[in-house]
């Protein structure tokens, strides 16, 4: 059995427009329960659940309906994995869609593994094989609903934040180091055999976690430079009592702000917020069950 692509949802505009609060049940918000994929790279503002998180994805190319970030999201055939990735593509138009069409087709390919090295390893194949530039980075995540462990890694991409809920502190999402003469965690299409290191850290319920574009680290201010990513905990830290759509919002009013007027032109910016919720507390096995029994009770309502 393979896994099931759902289409994106529609498209929501700048944050005069934004909503004050994403309804997790509404229509246009993304749920994904198991065998299933979403994502794209058109401009988007929804409100998603996966196996464990709640979140919000906001995508922006810096011109037009669709740009070089791309983002996907996944739940695994029994319903208790659930996988996400962001990639920031160098250039635009086919080099992208060909690009998204790799990610995509390996991300399926990978929905049931553990590990997500799987997937950058194989893009970066693709990558140097066809000669892509080697400017396209991603981050890649799978989460473990019934025990909140949360497995990364990285190819040339931003760290993405950490808040814990027991500590309320936000921190980055870290790789061990490595004393290694091989290219390791590099951005696509450098090399080949390059290895992409997996690390895992412990999540509880009432944590959350970012990852975002470099377009959002990279906003300029005429006077103060780049924000950069401590200048994006700075935002974050103000939000951290607030649920995951109501930070979106304070988060693109704040960029808006910190850019001196509400176009956010400069780059494509991309950023999803990630909630984690109490953990599952059955076994696999039942939670394959009862998620593909409603997968296939949705099918014949459609």
């Known amino acids: 059995m393979s896994a099931q692509t759902v289409k994106p949802t529609s498209v929501i505009g700048m944050a005069d427009e934004y909503p004050q609060s994403i309804d997790s049940e509404s229509d246009r918000s993304v749920r994904l329960v198991c065998w299933e994929v979403w994502g794209g790279n058109a401009r988007v503002t929804t409100g ?39 990639a920031d593509v160098f250039g635009h138009g086919s080099a992208v869609a060909e690009f998204s069409a790799w990610l995509h087709s390996v991300f399926r390919a990978h929905i049931h593994r553990i590990s997500p090295a799987g997937v950058l390893r194989s893009v970066n194949k693709r990558a140097v094989k066809k000669g892509v530039s080697a400017l396209s980075t991603a981050a890649c995540f799978s989460y473990n609903s019934l025990n909140g462990k949360l497995r990364y890694c990285y190819a040339g991409h931003p760290r993405a934040l950490v808040f814990r809920r027991e500590t309320q502190h936000w921190d980055f999402l870290d790789l061990p180091g490595h004393a290694s003469s091989e290219p390791r965690n590099t951005v696509f299409g450098m090399a080949s055999d390059a290895e992409f290191d997996v690390a895992c850290a412990q999540l509880e319920p009432g944590d959350r976690f970012v990852t975002y574009s470099d377009g959002v680290t990279e906003l300029h201010h005429p006077s103060r430079g780049l924000l950069g990513a401590q200048g994006l905990i700075h935002v974050l830290e103000r939000c951290s009592n607030l649920d995951a759509s109501r930070t979106a919002h304070e988060l693109l009013t704040a960029l808006q702000a910190y850019a001196g007027k509400p176009e956010l032109d400069h780059d494509d910016v991309t950023f999803m917020i990630f909630d984690v919720l109490p953990f599952q507390g059955k076994n696999r096995l039942y939670y394959f069950l009862r998620n593909n029994l409603r997968r296939l009770a949705g099918r014949v309502k459609r």
């Open 48 to 86: 998603a659940r996966l196996p464990g998180l709640e979140a919000v994805v906001y995508s922006l190319p810096c011109q037009g309906e669709s740009g070089g970030d791309l983002y996907y999201l996944g739940a695994c055939g029994s319903g208790v994995m659930g996988r996400i990735c962001l």
